[in-house]
């Protein structure tokens, strides 16, 4: 039986075999197109804030005037409302995001309407409770209502 037993072990290494490879090219597959690619990392760059909907309300942003939003390593976040920089911790699960422990410099800004851009922006940052990067590779921020509140273009590397 000797020669029996050296078959059965033939066989099932053939087949081990054959599902190696199979096991291969199917991954192979699924990396070359069948799968989506995912979203840009939403630390790949800075963002420029588009759009602001401040109290149920789109509010029209200041000519001239930046706001910018960067997540940064170590789950922070830092920007500039327009007015003054910002910073808060963060973290992120299945599209989720809290902001919490937010922090801001005081400078007083001329005119009065920057100041109140800025202390909408902040209120409704606060207020995040999602995000989502579209394919366009707009990001886009919703309270817990599930409102759009905040979109921001990604801004191309210096």
């Not at 066989?11 to 699924?30: D, H, K, N, P, S």
């Not at 939403?42 to 420029?48: N, R, Y």
């Not at 401040?54 to 922070?76: C, D, K, W, Y």
């Not at 299945?94 to 800004?109: I, N, R, S, W």
């Amino acid at each position: 039986m000797p020669g029996h037993r050296t078959t059965i072990i033939r066989a099932i290494m053939a087949v081990a075999i054959v599902l190696l490879i199979l096991g291969i090219g199917g991954g192979l597959l699924l990396a070359h197109g069948v799968s989506q690619s995912p979203s840009p990392s939403l630390t790949q760059h800075s963002w420029k804030l588009e759009a602001l909907t401040f109290g149920g309300h789109p509010e029209a942003l200041l000519p001239g005037v930046s706001i910018t939003l960067t997540f940064m390593g170590q789950n922070r976040i830092s920007g500039d409302d327009g007015c003054n920089s910002y910073g808060a911790n963060y973290t992120v699960s299945h599209g989720h995001l809290h902001l919490d422990h937010f922090y801001q410099t005081l400078v007083a800004c001329l005119p009065a309407v920057v100041m109140q851009q800025e202390g909408n922006y902040m209120q409704t940052l606060e207020q995040v409770t999602t995000y989502e990067i579209g394919p366009t590779g707009l990001l886009t921020l919703r309270d817990d209502s599930g409102q759009v509140v905040l979109q921001y273009s990604p801004v191309p590397p210096a």
